[in-house]
């Protein structure tokens, strides 16, 4: 018995890797052990996953392990699919991010990035610590753990081994980079001495404060100009996109109905219409005024539905080109994907997944619904085939050298960049190329969250042996304070910049400045502090382009300084 636990736990010499029970054991214990602690909150705060990275460090002490070799190719694969389900997630909003207000609030976002790097190079001249080790901690301090994937992966590519210090700099600095980050926006707001009711009521009333890409409101015709006009011809005149969704005609107010781009209007007539919330303003001052209208009333014969577009063969498709209000008398009005209502304009392509609010009678809206597909058994069944050709070019790609002048080693994406471009490229193009590219949100998370789980168990258990020595005897306590320095200066830097240069609502700030650091924790707590969703908006805007500035700046300060 006594000898069948030791092989279980501590391997069998005689086995490879000391046997796959062996093995799976130890990674199964280390995630379960890592998740229930990462459930614990301290103060409402809580290090999540990361807690993995930290009882895989105390098996390793404790001379539970596995072989290196199955060690390395666990955790390169869990990295793979950790950095590919990123790039599904965020690729589509990716290029999106750089449009009108967005630009700015990711030039901040670059401003935090940009002064961790420098500060990272310049205590690594300062301090003379190995630039292996001052990645780890500026990972650690950023909460970045794709960046920590990408400089481990890195390191191995240019010198064949594995840099446990990268993993222990990372631990280390880790629980101060969530404190510090919450403690660098509370800062902020006694340094900017604001007043949160006013800062609150004034994040309601900008673009997007309420955190909604679109609106809808009842307006009157008033304006005598567009009078006798067709529908169709009013964007061409104002530069507005928007959709009418109903309308009741001034001479029948009874009545109402869904237009056509051939309605004709008249002075007097009321409209339910969705819009941008950027353009709500010129578009009221254009037609006429907003007015108080029950659209829903018992005697209306017309209904409103969220369809789901599961139908392949629509993947990619413009959506005029389904011609739906012709054919069926409905109209489409708004289109929800990845939780983000967009305007149902003639030229937008849908993609699978994507909700549509369809406006018409029942039996209309019924067609409508066959002509989409409407099947949630269809998007349960996952589409394989695509994130497995995605992970080999990613891969392929990854693992192609750039010669650049004067770098003396060739430049690698590698196995954390290479997956995240592909996933990006993808995930935002494959639907013009009509390649289905939908994962249901609970699939992509599943497929992260297990990569994630296994790259950071494997992490621990390769820093785990010397951990202790290194932190109490090899000077590792100071990491500790670099890691601090790496956290609060880039935000208090970038916090001024967006504030007194471009003039950022202050919860939008704090959720940019989470987003900059990749720290969920934070956004919670900026979350917190409003009841609107400005934190929210501003996190999601500069996520994608900073989790692949991280990924990439990690490699390049290995690639430039080893």
Known sequence: ???????????????????????????????????????????????????????????????????????????????????YSVGLQVGPGFFSAFRKGGLSLNVIAMVVVAVGVLLTVALHYATGLPITTMVGILSGAV???????????????LTGVDAPEIAMAYAVAYPLGVIGCILSLLLM?????????????????VEGGGGQAVSTLSLVVRNVAIAGRRISELEPLMGRHFVVSRICKAGNPDVVEVPTADTVLSVGDKMLLIAKVSDVESIVAFIGEVCEMRWDSDSSQLI??????????????????????????????????????LVATPHLRLQMGDRVTIVGSELAVSHAEKVLGNSMKRLDHPNLIPIFIGIALGC???????????????????????????????????????????????????????GISLFLACVGLGAGDGFVDTVVNGGGYVWIGYGVIITVVPLLVAGFVGRYVYGVNYFKLIGVLSGAMTNPPALAYSNEQTACDSPSVGYATVYPLTMFLRVLSAQLLIIFFM
């Open 1 to 83: 018995m006594i000898e069948f636990l030791e092989n279980m736990f501590v391997g069998n010499p005689a086995q490879w890797g000391g046997g796959v029970a062996h093995s799976v054991l130890i990674l199964a214990l280390v995630v379960a052990i890592g998740v229930m602690f990462g459930k614990i909150k301290i103060a409402g705060v809580s290090f999540g996953v990361t807690w993995i990275l930290f009882i895989g460090i105390v098996f390793g002490c404790l001379g539970f392990n596995i072989n290196g070799h199955l060690l390395h190719f666990v955790k390169e694969f869990g990295l793979i699919l950790f950095v």
């Open 189 to 205: 707001r006694y340094i900017f001495r604001i007043d949160m009711k006013k800062e609150e009521a004034a994040a309601m009333n």
């Open 304 to 341: 409103s539905r969220r369809v789901l577009v599961t139908r392949p063969e629509l993947n990619g498709r413009h959506l005029s080109s389904l011609k739906i209000r012709n054919n069926l008398g409905v109209n489409i009005t708004r289109i929800n994907r990845s939780g983000v209502d």
């Open 396 to 450: 392929l790609i990854g693992s192609i050298p750039f010669a650049f002048p004067g770098i003396p080693q060739p430049v690698k994406l590698g196995l954390a960049g290479g997956p995240l471009i592909v996933a990006i490229l993808v995930s935002r193009f494959g639907p013009d190329c009509k390649l289905v590219t939908y994962t249901t949100m609970s699939a992509n998370l599943m497929i992260r969250e297990i």
């Open 143 to 157: 909460t970045n753990t794709p960046g920590l994937g990408a400089a481990q992966q890195t390191n191995s590519d």
